[in-house]
T-cell receptor
Framework: GEDVEQSLFLSVREGDSSVINCTYT??????LYWYKQEPGAGLQLLTY?????DMKQDQRLTVLLNKKDKHLSLRIADTQTGDSAIYFC????????????FGIGTKLQVIP | SAVISQKPSRDICQRGTSLTIQCQVD?????MFWYRQQPGQSLTLIAT?????????ESGFVIDKFPISRPNLTFSTLTVSNMSPEDSSIYLC??????????FGPGTRLTVT
């Protein structure tokens, strides 16, 4: 299957950490992504992780991958109001028909 | 990454008409894709725009409804034909040099009345 699932909404206080979770079903996924979409804008590629890694850190962003459980998470440290956006999890299946499949997106609301 | 622009950024169209959306990238790219994002939904791939040949459409999308052109490695158009209110969506172009690393344009917000 090609399902990518995420919770719809997350609310955090400014300065706290945010953790956005995602599960996927395709064990042949080779890359997993986090995209950010601010209101009225296109998608910005935040970060991606190759399937043979279990963690990737980039400044305030930490991506954790549990390949056994097919679980991906994005942690945003010291969340700011500018982080308010919709965050999409996505996977790329490298074998066969190469395609990126997106989750429905998690809306992150940061409360000042 | 690449700088991607789309025109128009938004439009309001009457049912039965057609709209052509343009996607321009500032450097040559191997692949260009068109996605639809319906209100409150995720992104759905419409088709892969192939340079010099017909686009490759996903299940549920057909060339008569969504004709696509890609005359060169930096430009593509998507036409939404014979529009109905159900076509109201954001249409996004993405580009990639490798299939696993896609970058998106700002999108075109289409409202059909």
């Amino acid at each position: 299957g090609e399902d990518v699932e995420q919770s719809l909404f997350l609310s955090v206080r400014e300065g706290d950490s945010s953790v956005i979770n995602c599960t996927y079903t395709d064990s042949s996924s080779t890359y997993l992504y986090w995209y950010k979409q601010e209101p009225g804008a296109g998608l910005q590629l935040l970060t991606y992780i190759f399937s043979n890694m279990d963690m990737k850190q980039d400044q305030r962003l930490t991506v954790l991958l549990n390949k056994k459980d097919k679980h991906l998470s994005l942690r945003i440290a010291d969340t700011q109001t500018g982080d308010s956006a919709i965050y999409f999890c996505a996977e790329f299946r490298g074998r066969g028909y190469q395609k990126v499949t997106f989750g429905i997106g998690t809306k992150l609301q940061v409360i000042p | 990454s690449a700088v991607i622009s789309q025109k128009p950024s938004r439009d309001i169209c009457q049912r039965g008409t057609s709209l052509t959306i343009q996607c321009q990238v500032d450097s040559q790219v191997t692949m260009m894709f068109w996605y639809r994002q319906q209100p409150g939904q995720s992104l759905t791939l419409i088709a892969t725009a192939n340079q010099g040949s017909e686009a490759t459409y996903e299940s549920g999308f057909v060339i008569d409804k969504f004709p696509i052109s890609r005359p060169n490695l930096t430009f593509s158009t998507l036409t939404v034909s014979n529009m109905s209110p159900e076509d109201s969506s954001i249409y996004l172009c993405s580009v990639a040099r490798e299939a696993y690393e896609q970058y998106f344009g700002p999108g075109t917000r289409l409202t059909v009345t």
